[in-house]
């Protein structure tokens, strides 16, 4: 029997005012809930995405954010970061720059998104019964892939964010 799972409700500050269930969260009660997001950067500035799977009750089959995943209730955003980069591409012993946080709608859903980044020269394992594929892009393929339906609309955007972002700048135009 699987367990019911809990999120914390915030405000767009991140202040936690209640819990609900997952599937009240994304069944378009636009509860405001946090996740995590972490970019994967290697050394020859390519980005690591993942293909979500077909059985994603969001956005199955498209590519997106390297790691993403939702924040248990009572869980700190660096412990749900750390948590999900290892359950879903068995990354750990990282320190990740922060981004960016953000409010971000989808038609069924309400999240509250804290954004990092890593460079990652080590192996990565895709955890294929969360993810379908996985693997790292360069820039341009992506800038030119971008409005064909093949990523998430959460990803499109945060992917405009992201390369405006001066630490990214920085990174990829030394």
């Known amino acids: 029997m699987q367990q019911t799972e809990w999120f914390p409700i915030v405000t767009e500050t ?75 591409l068995k990354i750990k012993d990282f320190s990740a720059n922060f981004l960016f946080q953000y409010p971000f709608r989808s038609q069924v859903e309400h999240e509250l998104v804290h954004s990092f980044w890593v460079q990652y020269d080590f192996p990565i394992q895709a955890n294929l019964e969360e ?5 790292f892009w360069e820039i341009d393929e992506i800038k030119n892939s971008l409005g064909k339906q093949l990523f998430t609309p959460n990803f499109e955007d945060e992917f405009t964010k992201l390369l405006s972002h001066p630490d990214i700048i920085q990174f990829l135009h030394p």
């Not at 993810?131 to 693997?135: F, L, P, S």
């Open 14 to 88: 991140g202040e936690r005012i209640g819990k609900a269930t997952r599937k009240k969260c994304h069944s378009g009660s636009f509860l405001l809930h946090p996740v995590v997001h972490l970019h994967v950067f290697n050394a020859k500035k390519q980005l690591f995405l993942q293909q979500r799977a077909a059985n994603k009750d969001i956005q199955p089959n498209k590519w997106d954010t390297a790691v993403g995943g939702h924040v248990d209730d009572g869980e700190s955003i660096q412990i749900a970061l750390v948590r999900e980069a290892y359950e879903e």
């Open 131 to 135: 993810i379908q594929d996985a693997r």
